[in-house]
């Protein structure tokens, strides 16, 4: 009977995912490029075996991981000090709060093209202010050891608004006269933070840095347009590489057995931090 | 005096919600604030608590002016309406929290628990979190939590009214020997003349941020000074009859069933076995009655009062006479 009630949605998540990961599974064990005409031809684990070796891949897996921790560890703390912030009462809040979400209601597109635009040498702000303050020419998008900080840099600037959001809803579930009954035990301020935010507020951390996570693992729109993965490939993230060997080598084969790489290392990175929190306690079993 | 609130008043906007608060409670003595909601009386508790500051007038504790002083210094055990009880945390560590604040060594935190956990006999349940207790029990850590506290004074903001009724007339003992019979003052905030007048030694009565009355429960009942007294304290309240320009008030239970008396219909009879309660119509107005359980309606009602036993008011000011 439980199982009658859920089938809709079973049905949907079959539909809009299943298909498309057996699709992908299907197609990453078959030679499909412009070599075989575009005709699928069973290759055994040929796609598999070349992604092993592939530096590439590897190179591009460190950059994706490299991306999604920093810029969701900043956005985390970012959004965290900002969501305290809104969650006080002082004149003005409600204007500030609209204007904080601002940034992730603009279509990445856009807000890449403008942060393109701040870091252009010579003539974007960065470089502006750099030459009124007599430091040397940044060249930002141009060098490969920083360009990516750019990147998360440009991330940071967009997403930090969704997980405040989030967190904000979470500061918000928290009564007040916990507060108060913290202030009376003889607690100072700052040590509820510790004591009573903090601890009432994982889950909704570990719900922000779940969607986060996921989201920046497959990041792709920022940096096409931001840097186009350059320069010499060092921002390019696994979303950017599967997209490359399909639609610039017509290479459909490995682009699905990319593309499956990398989401089989995020679940398994997803699955192993569940355990690892749920063994100290933070996650508790769903029964 | 070991507290002391002299013309405290308090004000949101222009809305003075507490006006002019007199109040002064002895070693031991437990004072009631009785009211409708929205009367100021939740405001003076947590005025005195240090979770709000006052805009006039002082508030003292052994002496000592306390407005200005951190709630966190001012050593008060208040339960809260909610309980507050921190929801992350077992009650052992619910219980351990303010002590470890406090900065007190671990053996005698862990000492003082596990006394304290005896007394509110809540030992077997020590490793739970709150989800996972009844109203009842929560009500015990809130309590163990505020007498761990080793205060000056006691806060209770309507501890009961979370309970159902038949919890409330069993816990009231044990809050009376848990918390009222210490030497602390207790303030007791309740909307529920019936717990008011079981548990205080004195109650106030306040109204649109003024205490309207103080007494023991006794002088409020034999003698309210205001129509409004006589009609919040006893239940069923006080029937008013008009009189010219005065207002003549009889408690239900003085009205008795005699044959020279006013001649009344029965509207409504509740018999509860000891007592009943009558609702009558009479010339003068609609007239709620008491009486004992053995009482026998007559076919043809007619109701009378001991004159030694009406209260009298001014018409216009609602003021005794």
Known sequence: ?287 | MTLELQSVGRRFGENWILRQLDLSVNEGECVALLGASGCGKSTALRLIAGLDQPDAGQILIHGRRVDGIPARQRRIGMVFQSYALFPHLSVRNNLELGLKIRGLPVEERQNRISGMLDVVKLSAQADRLPAQLSGGQRQRVALARALLRDPLIYLLDEPMSNLDAQLRDELRPELKKLILNGPQPVIYVTHDQQEAMALADRIAVMRSGQIEQIGSPQELYDKPMTTYVAQFIGRPPMNLLEDDDVMVGIRPEHLYFDAEGMPCELINREWHGASQQFILNSPRGELQMISSGDTIVPERPTVAWKRDLEHRFSKSSGFRQ
């Open chain 1, 1 to 287: 009977m439980n199982v009658l009630l859920a089938l809709p949605a079973l049905l949907l998540i079959a539909l809009v995912f299943g298909w498309p990961m057996a699709r992908y599974t299907w197609l990453s064990f078959h030679a499909d490029s412009v070599l075989t005409g575009l005709v699928p031809i069973p290759n055994g684990g040929a796609n598999w075996v070349r992604l092993l070796s592939d530096a590439r891949f590897w190179q591009d897996s460190l950059q994706t991981a490299r991306f999604a921790v920093m810029s969701v560890s900043l956005e985390l703390l970012l959004a965290l000090a900002i969501a305290l912030l809104l969650d006080q009462r002082w004149r003005g809040r409600g204007a500030v709060r609209a204007l904080t979400l601002l940034p992730w209601a603009l279509p990445t597109t856009m807000m890449a093209l403008g942060w393109r635009w701040i870091f252009n040498t010579p003539y974007g702000p960065l470089e502006q202010l750099a030459a009124a303050l007599g430091l040397p020419s940044l060249n930002l998008l141009a060098d490969p050891n920083f360009a990516w900080m750019a990147t998360v840099a440009a991330d940071v600037w967009k997403t930090t608004p969704f997980i405040t959001l989030i967190l904000l809803a979470g500061l918000q579930t928290i009564p007040a006269d916990l507060y108060e009954a913290f202030r009376l035990e003889g607690g100072k301020p700052w040590q509820s933070l510790r004591s009573i935010t903090l601890p009432l507020l994982t889950p909704y951390i570990l719900l922000s840095l779940l969607f986060r996570l996921a989201q920046a693992f497959g990041v792709f729109d920022l940096i096409q347009i931001l840097t186009g993965g350059g320069p010499a490939s060092s921002t390019e993230s696994l979303a950017l590489y599967a997209y490359l060997n399909a639609m610039r080598f017509l290479d459909f084969g490995y682009s699905a057995t990319v593309m499956l790489g990398g989401f089989l290392m995020l679940t398994v990175i997803i699955v192993l931090a569940a355990i690892a929190l749920r063994s100290i306690g933070v996650l508790r079993p769903v029964k």
